[in-house]
């Protein structure tokens, strides 16, 4: 499910960086990339050098990966789900840099964008898991994989995907608003306990050891509370329709996206 | 078992030790206790005055919405159950509660002292400015003092009715605060509550000694000083303790149904003798003003010219009417138990609001019409005595002794019921949401009631109870904001767990 993955690249970025990112991703059972890179319109860098797309390509084939370069114009959020889509690519990889969180943009962002517009899941990689050094080996086995779940539409979709991860560990976690009143919420707490229950049944193969828990008040924070909480390396998130007054992409996916320190895997 | 006492009575001992403090501080220093509210009231409107607007505003609009949405088939009771009081008995009941003394007592002083003392950049005692007065009497005592009550008294009757929780204001918090709703934070939303209403309903006592006072003074020349109105409040008291602890309930039904029915005679007496079509051309073409400028008038505060008047006017209005909420919502939610929330909120909406507009376009466009048609000078009076205008206008008409007499048995009933409703409220707020409430607690509640009146009468008169009552207001506004959010909540899951 994660065989191909295209990865945004731009101008200045670090091959032993990518190298990084490519023994992750080789991990996780990519074994296809394709390193996209945008032009904009009025570029200094337009038309000019692109030996350093080549650096990049030949620095990942050293891991055994089959890579591509591919190149787009315009808006460059639009080309790049364009071109994942056009490639056939499983997910979209992004790695967020300390120069330029994700918690720091603005509206309107690449990033965000990206997030917004994509049709196919979309790994944002922040804190965790950290990129592995020179000698070490980061395997599916180190993964600890949270699940927020509102059992909605959204959430469903992301099962096959938290099948393929197939981490150490995954904390499925339910976040609500409080029922109002005592016996609605002791009715509601023993019917999430079982749908609970069914989703650690189904995830059990596939994970050396499957928990979960259910949790009263705000969705966003508390996901982030739990994500420090077990050290989560990913949060695994299904993307809501967003409301009319909502953010573009659904209040609590956004405010996760922008907090965490886990790294985000955004189900479309 | 102290301790278990004190857990157990932790609302009662704490909203009746501030309100005893309050009162040792007023009686062994007014001085004190009076700079001390006008910092804090004056505060709260240096602020504050504009969220008392927008909030009020708010109230109205969520009221309406919640109504005519998909919520609004919802029953406050179990579904199968009915109303359970007649049409006409609760509509009586719900004004009595409501609005009572104030109706009296502002029906003809509020348009003249707006027709003498308008904002200023209106002329004083103008056409313009008698249709500027009548169209706010309209917005003070129309469709936001019942839109204001319909939120607290949806509310408890929501949860208590059908989630089967105590009937607290407390109990709607459930879905913000959880459990902790029997801990510290609940018994402090109940403390805010038995707050606002000691003092919202201590400033209508006050109104009601004061006017009755003036009564009997312009009729029997009896003595205007202080100590009278103190009399007039301690045998008051007396009678409503009475009533309050021989739980004569029926009683006080039977006597607010009566009340209605004396107050709609008297409306219809002078509304025949005096220029019918002159009253009812008012009531039309002010109705018609208020509801082309109701969304202006509900967000004006004249920041430019004339942010006095409305503090003083309209943020005291909308204050008091809140102080009333806990008190009037709880009463109404009690009496309006097995009505659908569309039937509950377009009736408290629109009846007793329509027989609010008829009261004052009769008063008070009769009291406008003898000093603009008739030359009779009853501005500089109410300019003078608020509390007696009344009974000088009565004085037009004829058997105006017989009708003083019947203001002022209208106003002690009003006095009694409204205080007796407000006593067996507080010793419910203060007991868990039991209607039985045990006696002392009526005892200490009504006495802390009138002595309230009186401190505050004896600290400054009409403006300590107009600045208290704005004053305990404040914090409850925050509980109604939170309560509409609440009751939202309830209502949306009950209905998104019905369509699934």
């Known amino acids: 499910m994660f065989e191909k993955t295209l990865i945004p690249v731009s101008y200045g970025e670090r091959p032993e960086e990518l190298k990084k990112i490519g023994k992750i991703l080789k991990n996780l059972g990519s074994t296809s990339i394709c390193l996209f890179h945008v032009i904009e319109a009025g570029s200094l860098f337009r038309g000019s050098d692109i030996s350093w797309l080549t650096i990049l390509k030949e620095t990942l084939e050293e891991l055994g990966l089959d890579v591509e370069v591919k190149m787009g114009a315009d808006h460059i959020a639009s080309s790049i789900v364009e071109a994942a889509l056009h490639e056939g690519a499983d997910e979209i990889y992004m790695k967020t840099k300390r120069r330029w969180q994700i918690g720091t943009m603005l509206l309107g962002s690449i990033s965000r964008d990206l997030l917004r517009l994509s049709d196919i899941p979309v790994f944002v990689h922040k804190v965790r898991p950290r990129l592995p050094g020179d000698e070490e080996v980061i395997t599916r086995e180190d993964l600890i994989i949270l699940y927020a779940t509102d059992f909605g539409e959204a959430s469903v979709r992301t099962i096959p995907y938290l099948m393929e991860f197939q981490g150490g560990w995954c904390h499925i976690l339910h976040v609500r608003g409080r029922m109002a009143d005592p016996f609605a919420e002791e009715i509601e707490k023993r019917r999430l306990h079982e749908k609970l229950l069914a989703v650690e049944e189904e995830l059990r193969p596939y994970y050396g050891r499957v928990t979960s828990e259910q949790m009263v008040g705000d969705p966003s924070s508390e996901v982030l509370h739990v994500s420090d909480q077990i050290n989560a390396d990913v949060i695994v998130l299904g993307r809501k329709k967003p409301a009319f007054f909502s953010a573009p992409m659904g209040e609590t996916a956004e405010r996760i996206v922008t907090s965490s320190r886990a790294s985000i895997f955004l189900v479309p | ?500």
């Not at chain 2, 609009?61 to 049409?87: H, M, N, V």
């Open chain 2, 1 to 500: 078992m102290w301790n278990e006492y004190l857990k157990r009575e932790s609302v009662f001992l704490l909203s009746a030790g501030i309100i005893l403090f309050f009162i040792a501080v007023g009686i062994i220093s007014p001085d004190l206790l009076e700079s001390v509210s006008q910092a804090i009231h004056a505060g709260i409107l240096d602020y504050f005055s504009w969220l008392y607007l927008i909030s009020a505003f708010f109230f109205l609009i969520f009221a309406l919405g919640i109504a005519l949405s998909r919520y609004g088939t919802i029953k406050l009771g179990y579904d199968a159950e009915r109303p359970q009081y007649s049409f006409f008995g609760w509509i009586a009941m719900l004004f009595a509660a409501g609005m009572g003394i104030g109706l009296i007592f502002w029906g003809v002083s509020e348009p003249l002292l707006h027709f003498l003392m308008p904002p200023p950049f209106m002329t004083s005692s103008t056409p313009e400015a008698a249709s500027f007065a009548m169209r706010y009497v309209f917005f003070h005592w129309g469709i936001h003092p019942w839109a204001i009550y319909t939120i607290v008294s949806l509310s408890i009757a929501y949860f208590s009715f059908r989630r089967g929780m105590p009937a607290l204001i407390s109990s709607c918090f459930y879905p913000v605060l959880g459990e902790r709703i029997y801990g510290m934070p609940g018994k402090l939303v109940d403390v805010l509550a038995v707050f606002a209403t000691v003092f919202g309903t201590a400033t209508s006592l006050g109104f009601g000694a004061l006017q009755i006072h003036a009564g009997f003074t312009h009729l029997y020349g009896l003595s205007s000083a202080i100590s009278v109105t103190i009399g007039i409040i301690v045998i008051a008291t007396a009678l409503f303790m009475a009533s309050a602890i021989l739980g004569v309930e029926k009683g006080v039904q039977i006597l607010s149904k009566i009340n209605i029915i004396i107050a709609t005679i008297l409306l219809l007496f002078i509304l025949s003798l005096g220029s019918t079509p002159y009253i009812l051309n008012i009531f039309t073409s002010t109705l018609g003003g208020y509801i082309n400028n109701v969304i202006d008038l509900s967000l004006q505060s004249y920041p430019f010219e004339g942010y006095g008047w409305s503090r003083d006017w309209t943020i005291f209005y909308w204050a008091w009417w809140i102080s009333w909420s806990p008190f009037v919502g709880l009463f109404i939610a009690r009496i309006s138990r097995g009505r659908t929330i569309r039937e509950f909120v377009l009736t408290v909406l629109s009846v007793p609001t329509l027989f609010t507009f008829i009261w004052f376009s009769v008063f008070g466009g009769s009291a406008l019409y003898l000093e603009l048609e008739r030359g009779v000078d009853l501005t500089s009076v109410a300019g003078e005595d608020v509390s007696l205008a009344l009974f000088v206008f009565l004085e037009q008409y004829p058997v105006s002794g017989l009708l003083s007499l019947i203001v002022i048995l209208l106003l002690i009933v009003f006095f009694v019921t409204s205080a007796d409703s407000a006593t067996v409220v507080l010793g419910s707020l203060t007991s868990g949401g039991s209607m039985i409430v045990p006696m002392y607690k009526k005892v200490i509640w009504g006495l802390s009631l009138s002595t309230v009146a009186i401190v505050l009468l004896l600290t400054g008169g009409l403006d300590a109870l107009q600045m208290m009552a704005i004053t305990a207001a404040f914090p409850f506004m925050i509980v109604m904001v939170i309560l509409c959010y609440t009751l939202w909540v309830g209502l949306s899951q009950e209905k998104d767990r019905i369509e699934q």
